[in-house]
């Protein structure tokens, strides 16, 4: 029986986050209560062992670095910041003594992704194709990268949207960012990645023409909710990345057998387990690591911190609780 491929993943986190008008670096600004970084760390780790994770760190290096020894995996120093690419090699670098077949590479600041969408991911790369990276179809792809596919359907190049001709503006598809490589691949392709350009970067969307141009596959991995691939630049975002969330996990309540009553009033950190034929009534916010059993009803407007709530058990509208 053949093994799976042990995996590495790298997260890219050493932007500097200017739009967020903030001396907080980017991925440490909170999403339903914790880091930014936190919800891609816990994705990682869902793939991968510890030691196998990398945070590529820049701006606000010591805080973000501190805060990823924290939970468990390790940092290194991209310095100074020279692309996408560039952070990738430095990734590479800190992950030189790994001995993994595969690697994933992640966005710090794009916390919404689903485990299941990123296995998925990771299956397309297999001895046919060198790497895979996640699409989406847009009806205003605005200034997202778009993906040229070849006559085959594999993906030939991504052209930034400032690069792009009329007719490439025109493709729909675009690159969202998160790729998956065979390690070998990742490593040849990083080793050519060139800076001629305006920025005078290293950009890792480069890396699917040069696998191409070499003859190797790269597989586009439509995503089924573009939802997912948002990101975190600025304030608003931050804001719609919560309510996403908090949507996507409502979504998974009420699927697995919880009534809730207002989900537009309703929050609940993902941290929060709770059994079935329980009742969320209104204005209800669950923070933190929640244990609500089944059949439970928690009241109009209340406030849960981390609490434990029996089964069967009622508690009144407009209490605060917490298990502190």
């Known amino acids: ?3 799976e491929p042990r995996w590495a993943v790298a997260i890219l986190a050493a932007g500097k986050g200017t739009r967020m008008r903030s001396g907080v670096p980017k991925v440490m600004h909170e999403l339903a209560d914790r880091p930014l970084i936190d919800h891609v760390v816990d994705l990682a780790l869902g793939v991968a062992r510890p030691q196998d994770v990398v945070v590529v760190v820049g701006h606000g290096a010591a805080e973000v670095g501190a805060r990823a020894r924290q939970l468990g995996v390790s940092d290194v120093l991209q310095e100074p910041q020279l692309g996408t690419g560039d952070a990738l090699r430095v ?19 794009v916390p919404l992704l ?11 790369v297999s001895e046919e194709t060198s790497a895979a990276l996640l699409t989406a179809e847009l009806d205003d792809p605005a200034a997202y990268g778009r993906v040229e596919r070849d006559t085959d359907g594999w993906v030939r190049r991504i052209v930034e949207a400032r690069d792009a001709s009329p007719e490439q503006l025109a493709i ?7 790729y998956a490589f065979r390690r070998t691949e990742a490593d040849r392709a990083v080793a050519e990645l060139g800076a001629d350009n305006d920025q005078g ?25 573009p939802d997912e691939m948002q990101g975190v630049n ?6 719609r990345a919560g309510r996403v969330l908090n949507d996507m996990v409502l979504a998974d309540l009420m699927e ?35 244990r609500i059993g089944a059949g439970a009803r928690i009241g109009a ?15 009144r509208p407009l209490t605060y609780l917490t298990g502190e």
């Open 114 to 124: 689903r485990p299941a969408t990123v296995r998925r991911l990771m299956t397309a």
């Open 91 to 109: 990734a590479l670098d800190g992950l030189r003594h790994r001995p993994t077949e595969h690697l994933l590479v992640l966005s710090g600041d």
């Open 201 to 225: 970067e290293y950009y890792l969307t480069d890396v699917a023409e040069l696998l191409s141009n070499v003859g190797a596959r790269v597989a586009p991995v439509p995503l089924d909710n």
């Open 234 to 239: 600025t304030r608003a975002d931050l804001a």
């Open 1 to 3: 029986m053949t093994s």
């Open 301 to 315: 407007n209340c406030v849960l911190d981390s609490a434990a709530v029996a089964s069967g058990e009622e508690v």
């Open 256 to 290: 697995a057998g919880v009534s809730v009553r207002d989900p537009e009033t309703t929050w609940v950190d993902p941290r929060t387990e709770i059994g079935p034929d329980t009742v969320l009534e209104p204005g209800v916010v669950l923070k933190g690591a929640c």
């Open 172 to 178: 729909r598809e675009v690159n969202a960012g998160v």
